[in-house]
């Protein structure tokens, strides 16, 4: 499961360094999150609030629940197991004067196998009269990696995880905005699956992998209104490459329109497309230096096709207890991920509502 918590690091800085520059009231969202796939199901349920310090200041936190089960390589082929995963985390946002923003942040999440700390600050600087933002994040996460699962577990290992990333956003006129961006992820540590057995000369052996994992990615993305059809477009391409020889490319379109002042609606499409690891093989001939038939390392394509409704709940009372929630948001959103490797097809689903209070 270690995976999921690198994963959660990076997800903690987006809300601390992009999601926190927009909100400005105090709310509280409760979200729900449903994922299946061939051998894996999660379902995470997540409350997130944001405080409302004044002009230049917010707070906010959130706690997290993952539960997670999937087929257990180490209790057996055909057995399964399901394990929970507790995530909670605080951040902050302060305006200095008219053109900088300042956002730090941290988390700690938990499982049975796998602890992780995380702490991450942002700065952005908006340029020519608010026409331009550029924004500077980094954050470091510090991991410990076990065995717990196998019984007497023995094995105690570190990773260490360095972020720095860049963007430049810019208004392209008063319909059209684009951004381009750079993330650099440096790992150094265990990075191997610890009950990942690899066949290699006809005998399982456990999964080896380098240390050391330079990841980067490069982006770019636009989004446009047409004002005749009232439909705002979001074009998005991601390369990413790696020093195992990963590289995967990944365009992406949405479109989304209102209907009314209180129903929004959203289509989106996402392709993927990656080359393997350098040392990935299916079947290993003789034993090697990096062992791993890790999936997510393979060669593979993948297709994201999804919807999502917001319904704002403007249509409240203007009057009597329920006209403080006039400005909260109801969601719900669908994705179907077709993926032709191990995992095979995977569905999404999720709920949310926030609320100001």
Known sequence: MQLRARLAGLATLLVCGAAGFARADDTIELRGQYYKERTTTVIQPTLDVEL??????TIGGH???????????AAGQQARFTERRYEGGLRGLY???????????????SEPDYVSRNVNAALAVELWDKNATFAVSSALSFDD???????????????????????????????????????????????????????AGGVP??????????????????RMFEPRSEVVMQLGYRYYFDDWGVSGHTPEVSLTRDFGRDLELRLRYRFYT???????????????????????????????????????LGFLPANGALARFRDGELSALYERVGQN????????VAVGLMLPY
Do not use: C, M
Not at 162 to 178: E, N
């Open 145 to 199: 990696i076990s065995d717990a699962a196998v019984p007497g577990s023995q094995l105690r290992e570190s990773l260490r995880t360095h972020y720095f990333g860049l963007s430049w956003t810019q208004l392209l006129g008063p319909r059209a905005l684009a951004q381009v961006g750079y993330d650099l992820f440096v790992a150094d540590g265990y990075q191997a699956n610890p009950y990942r057995q690899v066949v």
């Open 52 to 57: 409302d310090l004044g002009p230049r200041a």
């Open 63 to 73: 706690l997290v629940l993952d539960s997670i089960s999937a087929a257990s390589v």
């Open 95 to 109: 305006r200095l004067g008219e053109q900088f923003t300042v956002s730090l942040g941290g988390r700690v999440s």
């Open 274 to 312: 990656q080359r393997a690891a350098d040392f990935y093989r299916e079947i290993y001939d003789r034993q090697e230096r990096f062992l791993t038939d890790d999936a997510k390392l393979a060669p593979f394509e993948g297709h994201t096709l999804g919807a999502r409704a917001t319904l704002r």
């Open 205 to 222: 052996l456990a999964e080896t992998v380098p240390e050391l994992r330079l990841r980067n990615a490069a982006y770019l993305s636009a």
């Open 341 to 348: 490797n191990r995992f095979g097809t995977a569905h999404v």
